[in-house]
T-cell receptor
Framework: GAVVSQHPSWVICKSGTSVKIECRSLDFQATTMFWYRQFPKQSLMLMATSNEGSKATYEQGVEKDKFLINHASLTLSTLTVTSAHPEDSSFYIC??????????FGPGTRLTVL | AQSVTQLDSQVPVFEEAPVELRCNYSSSVSVYLFWYVQYPNQGLQLLLKYLSGSTLVKGINGFEAEFNKSQTSFHLRKPSVHISDTAEYFCAVSDEGNQFYFGTGTSLTVIP
């Protein structure tokens, strides 16, 4: 099956710093990737749709300047959490669309902001 | 717009017993339907999907689901569960524009 990787798997940072999370499709090209946020024992919340070569589409209530998304190539999308604060601590999951309109998910990145 | 309802937030079941996790959706257009499983601190893994064709879909780990258009349901079933099936299960629906909508999840706990 399709493989999507994320790096890092877990990051701890100080409040006020920026953190970059990478999402890669390893064996296929993905023109569209999605970024989700998941709080403990809750469902996934779509943050934004990342489109290769164009600006990301953000969901209502998601701060564009806070969560910077760059989809620089057909296999890589990055999410940068700028000036992170403790309330940004969460589990961030990316996914990529492959044929058949199927989303394949990365393993997730746990962000802890101290 | 589409929406997904998972009626049971928690389902405890004894080992080797059958289980059904319910999922209903609402949509005004043709949809694709998915079930994903999430183990603690991991991403989502695709269990099975319905895109077209046979309404009975078989997936990994012995799971299957049946698409029922008249009842707008896509319930997940397994005839005999194992301890390793303990996880969070998410139903999702996608429209032809590839927008995904997730249910709130069902926590399956298999009791030895």
């Amino acid at each position: 099956g399709a493989v999507v990787s994320q790096h890092p798997s877990w990051v701890i940072c100080k409040s006020g710093t920026s953190v970059k999370i990478e999402c890669r499709s390893l064996d296929f090209q993905a023109t569209t990737m999605f970024w989700y946020r998941q709080f403990p024992k809750q469902s996934l919340m779509l943050m934004a749709t990342s489109n290769e070569g164009s600006k990301a589409t953000y969901e209502q209530g998601v701060e564009k300047d806070k969560f910077l998304i760059n989809h620089a190539s057909l296999t890589l999308s990055t999410l940068t959490v700028t000036s992170a604060h403790p309330e940004d601590s969460s589990f961030y999951i990316c996914s990529a669309i492959r044929e058949g309109a199927t989303q394949y998910f990365g393993p997730g990145t746990r962000l802890t902001v101290l | 717009a589409q929406s997904v309802t998972q009626l049971d937030s928690q389902v405890p079941v004894f080992e080797e017993a059958p289980v059904e996790l319910r999922c209903n959706y609402s949509s005004s257009v043709s949809v694709y339907l998915f079930w994903y499983v999430q183990y603690p601190n991991q991403g989502l893994q695709l269990l099975l999907k319905y895109l077209s064709g046979s309404t009975l879909v078989k997936g990994i780990n012995g799971f299957e689901a049946e698409f029922n258009k008249s009842q707008t349901s896509f319930h997940l079933r397994k005839p005999s569960v194992h301890i390793s099936d303990t996880a969070e299960y998410f139903c999702a629906v996608s429209d032809e524009g590839n927008q995904f909508y997730f249910g709130t999840g069902t926590s399956l706990t298999v009791i030895p």
